[in-house]
């Protein structure tokens, strides 16, 4: 069964630092990873999806990497603003089976102080 | 819509009364989702829904739960006979789909918030 760790919980930066958030799977047989943003009391809203054939994804400020063989996902903040605040959660679809049965990491909690 | 679209953001009700959650996909999405997050938890699949097939409801924690899709286009979670348990944030989500499942990006709405006393 797959398991999706992110590590840590919680992190809390200076306005302006780079930063970096960790996933983690067990089972590295994944057809694609999304990185997700969830503000308190919203939906997700998706930041960039990687497929497990890609190395890596960027979207302004934004940089996400894979290693699939590692089973490891990064998210890399440039900059980092207080609008960065928010919970950052990352899933993983399988590659076999039903791959819209994505599994979720628990998120990690990322406040920005000004 | 532009986006995705859920009803009710929140929902008190009392344990044992019946409640359901609706779901507004994306204009032309062909694949639907409903996602639980619970306090603590992460996402648990609860249900898919793609075009025409049959759904897979593999995820529905109890025969309390059922969920539709009329004319492929808008959901309704049911569940039945409520629970303190069930508390939690529905969440709905769209993607467009290809041939074979394989699916693309999600889009979540913001979630149907049941709190069951």
């Known amino acids: 069964k797959q398991e999706v760790t992110q590590i840590p919980a919680a992190l809390s930066v200076p306005e302006g630092e780079n930063l970096v958030l960790n996933c983690s799977f067990t089972?590295?047989?994944?057809?694609?990873l999304q990185w997700f943003r969830q503000d308190p009391g919203k939906g997700l809203t998706s930041l960039l999806l990687i497929q497990s054939s890609q190395r890596e994804q960027t979207s302004g400020r934004l940089n996400a990497s894979l290693d699939k063989s590692s089973g490891r996902s990064t998210l890399y903040i440039a900059a980092s603003q207080p609008g960065d605040s928010a919970t950052y959660l990352c899933a993983v679809s399988p590659l076999r089976g039903s791959n819209y049965k994505l599994t979720f990491g628990k998120g990690t909690l990322l406040t920005v102080n000004p | 819509g532009a986006g995705v679209s859920q009803s009710p953001s929140n929902k008190v009700t009392e344990k044992g009364k019946d409640v359901e959650l609706r779901c507004d996909p994306i204009s032309g999405h062909t694949a639907l989702y409903w996602y639980r997050q619970s306090l603590g938890q992460g996402l648990e699949f609860l249900i898919y829904f793609q075009g025409n097939s049959a759904p897979d409801k593999s995820g529905l924690p109890s025969d309390r739960f059922s969920a539709e899709r009329t004319g492929g286009s808008v959901s309704t979670l049911t569940i039945q006979r409520t629970q303190q348990e069930d508390s939690a944030v529905y969440l709905c989500a769209s993607s467009l789909a290809r041939r074979g499942g394989i699916t693309g990006e999600l889009f979540f709405g913001e979630g149907s918030r049941l709190t069951v006393l």
């Open positions: 089972d590295s047989a994944i057809y694609n």
